[in-house]
């Protein structure tokens, strides 16, 4: 006889169908396997006591402070620790619970039905002279054959912009930006490129937006988060998709002492808001993509805290993207000119995905390719 530990098992039904459990058993089991932590802030103290025993009582676990017993506070932060059959049991018997359980059993139901996405590969074009990757840029000549090869590497997505967005970048008008973009535009327009990937416009000015749409572009991407209603109203006029992008102040400001009391819980409630807001003006969640925003007003910890809870904005029903392309946060890590940062890059961008992002935003499309087909190789198996 051997006995091994086994590392985590993505497919878990299929691991089981494969052990030749039979059929009955396998959802059941397949939950049994799936371990799932949960962080609660300000829970009720009454709500944190009756949790704690609900969960001891069917074998899972809140983690409390030690004067929760004694009600010493009004309430306090927990994680709520259970596998996925303990969380589909705590989301039913909590909301016949008071104290404000009821929103917890609603949160956690939202977890235990995630849609997945298969995951896709989105290709940068600049159509300016300052992003702060040089291989990015390309001029209207050679951006078709760009996108071509982009394409032909594993991109279905193509994410092209006119505006550096890099902390402190110079602001732009209107008019300038559609003049960078117009050529480009023209030639996906002309060479028929939109038939091949679907291609996002890197923009939150509405005449630089809507030019693009009109030229066969499906994809906002939008770094101010939907905060200009006519970016939604034009998704919403041509059907096409909006990524919706958390950014703390603006690119002049945004790395200026950036802060948070808690990251992730204050990019969900930003997430929240312009959902409802999308959602209100004719926007479904299947069009909705949502980007945490890497570097756009976070330090490294901020990043570093929004990579490792990723999963959670899952919880949305939308597309999770990731880019953190090359991005300074590499540089805070471990000292890397630009151009040396793809392996940096490659091991954000292969965590994000592990962690629920399903699109990825990369200046390097062949090498993230190979990348995400042996990760998913492994996944699999």
Do not use: W
Request: charged share 25%; proline share 3%; with cysteine.
């Amino acid at each position: 006889m051997q006995i091994y530990k086994l590392g985590e098992i993505t497919d878990k039904e299929a691991a089981l169908k494969n052990l030749g459990v039979e059929k009955g058993g396998i959802s059941i089991m397949a939950k049994k396997m799936e371990l799932m932590c949960f962080y609660i802030k300000d829970l009720k103290t009454p709500a944190a006591n009756i949790l704690k025993q609900d969960a001891l009582s069917i074998g899972a676990e809140l983690a409390v402070p030690g004067g929760v017993i004694l009600c010493e506070k009004p309430a306090y932060d927990c994680i709520l620790i259970g596998t996925k059959k303990h969380i589909e049991i705590l989301s039913r018997k909590e909301l016949a619970q008071p104290f404000g359980l009821k929103k917890v059993a609603e949160e956690l139901k939202k977890f235990l039905s995630v849609k997945t996405y298969p995951t896709r590969i989105m290709g940068i074009i600049n159509a300016n002279d300052d992003s702060f990757f040089e291989g990015s840029r390309f001029l209207a000549a050679d951006a078709v054959s760009r996108c071509e090869t982009m394409i032909a590497e594993g991109a279905e997505i193509i994410d092209i912009g006119a505006v550096s967005s890099r902390p402190g970048a110079k602001e732009v008008s209107a008019e300038e930006e559609l003049e960078r973009i117009r050529p480009i535009c023209d030639a996906v327009l002309e060479h028929r490129l939109y038939e091949k990937a679907l291609f996002s416009i890197d923009s939150y000015t509405p005449s630089v937006v809507e030019y693009a749409l009109k030229s066969g572009f499906g994809l906002i991407n939008d770094i101010t988060g939907a905060g200009d209603e006519e970016i939604i109203k034009l998704a919403v006029k041509y059907n096409a998709k909006l990524c919706i992008m958390h950014m703390q102040g603006t690119p002049q400001t945004m790395q200026k002492e950036p802060c948070y009391e808690d990251v992730t819980a204050e990019v969900s409630g930003f997430f929240e808001e312009r959902i409802t807001r999308c959602e209100a003006m004719g926007l479904s969640r299947g069009q909705m993509i949502l980007d945490v925003g890497i570097g756009f007003g976070k330090s490294l910890e901020h990043n570093l805290a929004l990579l490792k809870n990723m999963q959670h904005f899952t919880r949305f029903g939308c597309e999770v993207l990731i880019g953190a392309s090359r991005k300074s946060m590499i540089d805070k890590i471990i000292p890397t000119p630009t151009e040396e940062r793809l392996p940096g890059t490659l091991a954000i961008h292969l965590r994000a995905v592990e962690n629920g992002a399903s699109i990825v935003r990369c200046h390097d499309v062949k090498e993230h390719q190979q990348a995400i087909k042996v990760l998913e190789a492994m996944r699999e198996r």
